[in-house]
């Protein structure tokens, strides 16, 4: 019997850790897009999403409306009934949602407006989850239904995934002796624990028919009722705006021929589609794992690839720095000889200017020579000293250095290298070549032309597809349709291929006569292939024709029967 017990737990507790499980992997999916923690009295937008109510506010107080007051938190009401006695007369509970009355008495209601009044001021609330601007309407916040439905997930969530840890007090008990909380009322707004539920709701009373619920910090109004008119409750749906109506919004002339469905209808309907979607995925769970499995080696592709990549590159910069390097020190090398070079001129002349001074060597050999009587010694030897003299008087009328050192004609201009660096980045594959209709001809074999947009990448080569159209009328000649197009009545066959064509235009042979062919093409690089042209149609000849070729002209002769037709490609 105790193994049977122990078996009994343990399948329990395997259980609820399982629900557990499962509850935390849904954990994502109550986030707040806004706040990315878990959403609190969240309101329904126009676009279907939910989002806190008080991130709601402060988006709009960012972005320049008028901050409106915001309700309480959910676990600390306003009304406590511990300061209220069941022998007492208490309240009625109220008839709407305080979140709907507090936005009310903020936006206002929607009175009619005199025709000097101002235009209101009409509300966009940028949607995180869509990543547009979503129009909430006059009266702002006042439209947003709140999502009751997440709301109770959400709390269910709480429930489950603190298996009990999280207690709720009932609000009744005087402490210290205040009890767990086993019940909640969803019209008294309170929860209870038996003994007090039982007190403040006695067999035989209108209280008696309250709705009990299990206990919560966040009391939600029993049925959703129409923003504008406050008692209508929303019976009907409208496929067309996509919203909940009320018996008076649905008779508006702004949802006149729209498709407007019973709540009901559009619940079973919602219900399900949802049931059949959710069904047709559970039953292909081995495709989703294998996809996510895909995904993960996808994951793990890419970072091995962005490694390799990035080794690539650091090889790459490094070959750039060696061969700046070695330019470097070549361009060094030439400033260097031509700095020794202009050193040792300017240095000479400096020894020659040097030696012009009083007490230098030439003016004293000079001073020593003319002290020389003997006429024939003494024109032997003042022969070369004229000359140096001559030539330094030359030189001090004309002085220059013999050596320019600004070495101006060694500036560098890196600009160009410097832009070319600048725009280093990853090669792009080719953008979609386009084709050139005017030099795109149809005989018995088709010419196909075509260039590259001017902001594409080089391609290394291209790859022409072409395939034959079978039934349909014929289609026009150089007709452009874009890509996947087919014709009304016409089917394809399988592509062909030419590869590695190296030109911009290809010669396609071995065609049907009279038919109809379509043709694409597409670039290729290092980066890979790029994306598809335009699909051009061309209509093949019904009788073979005849080309030569002169050897003085690039323009193809066809002859055709007794025709001559010149052809410019």
């Known amino acids: 019997m105790a193994d049977a017990e122990l078996q009994t737990f343990t399948s329990i507790m395997d259980a609820l850790v399982r629900i557990s499980s499962n509850m935390k992997s849904m954990e994502r999916e109550l986030h707040c897009p806004v706040c990315e923690e878990m959403v609190k009295q969240p309101i329904v937008l ?150 007090c539920f039982k007190l403040y709701h006695p067999w035989g009373t209108p209280r008696a028919q309250h709705e009990h619920i299990l206990p919560t910090h966040s009391f939600r109004p029993k049925v959703l009722v129409c923003v504008e008119h406050e008692q209508e409750r929303l019976q009907f749906y409208c496929r067309s705006c996509q919203r909940l109506l009320c018996s008076l ?66 090889q790459c910069v490094n070959e750039l720095r060696a061969v700046l390097a070695e330019r470097q020190g070549a361009l060094a090398m030439c400033l260097e000889g031509s700095r020794a070079q202009r050193a040792a001129a300017l240095n000479a002349q400096l020894s020659e200017k040097q030696s012009l001074l009083e007490n230098a060597g030439l003016l004293t050999y000079t001073q020593e020579l003319l002290k020389e009587s003997d006429q024939s010694c003494f024109v032997q030897a003042a022969r070369v000293t004229h000359n140096r003299l001559v030539k330094a008087i030359e030189n001090l009328q004309h002085f220059s250095l013999s050596a320019d050192p600004s070495f101006r004609h060694f500036q560098m201009d890196v600009s160009r290298e410097l832009k070319a660096l600048s725009s280093m980045d990853f090669i792009q594959a080719p953008l979609a070549p386009v084709i050139d209709t005017q030099k795109t001809l149809a005989y018995d074999q088709l010419y196909l032309c075509w260039r590259l947009p001017q902001d594409s990448a080089p391609a290394w080569h291209y790859s022409v597809e072409f395939q034959r159209k079978v039934g349909g009328a014929g289609a026009v000649w150089g007709r452009v349709w874009s890509e996947g197009s ?41 980066a890979g292939f790029g994306e598809y042209s335009e699909e051009v ?11 030569t070729f002169k050897a003085y002209s690039i323009c193809p002769i066809i002859h055709s029967y007794n025709l001559l037709i010149f052809a410019d490609l």
């Open 486 to 526: 087919s014709g009304s009545n016409g089917t394809h066959c399988s592509w062909q291929r030419l590869d590695d064509v190296g030109g911009t235009s290809a010669v396609i042979d071995k065609l049907e006569m009279d038919s109809v062919y379509v043709l694409r093409v597409r670039g290729c690089n290092k």
């Open 46 to 195: 126009p676009c279907s999403h939910s989002v806190c109510v008080l991130c709601a506010a402060e988006v709009l107080v960012q972005r320049g409306y008028p901050p409106p007051e915001l309700p309480p938190e959910p676990n600390t009401p306003t009304s406590s009934p511990l300061t209220r006695s069941p022998r007492q007369n208490r309240r009625p509970p109220p008839k709407t949602d305080r979140l709907d009355r507090v936005i009310r008495t903020v936006c206002g209601t929607h009175p009619g407006r005199r025709r000097k009044d101002t235009p209101p001021i009409l509300m966009l609330f940028p949607c995180p989850t869509c990543r547009r601007d979503v129009e909430l309407g006059e009266r702002g916040l006042a439209d947003c239904l709140r999502n009751l439905t997440l709301e109770r997930i959400v709390e269910r969530y709480r429930h489950t995934v603190s298996l009990g840890t999280m207690a709720i007090m009932c609000q009744f008990c005087k402490p210290p002796q205040t009890l767990e909380a086993t019940k909640g009322c969803a019209d008294c707004r309170s929860n209870f624990c038996n003994e």
């Open 537 to 547: 149609y061309l209509h093949t000849t019904p009788a073979p024709v005849f080309i």
């Open 249 to 314: 919004c649905k008779l508006r002339r702004a949802h006149s021929g729209h498709k407007i469905m019973p709540i009901a209808l559009a619940y079973q309907t919602l219900k399900d589609k949802i049931t059949k979607e959710m069904n047709y995925i559970l039953a292909n769970q081995d495709s989703v794992q294998a996809q996510i499995t895909q995904v993960e080696s996808g994951i793990a592709q890419t970072e091995v690839n962005s490694a390799v990549v990035k080794e690539q590159l650091s």
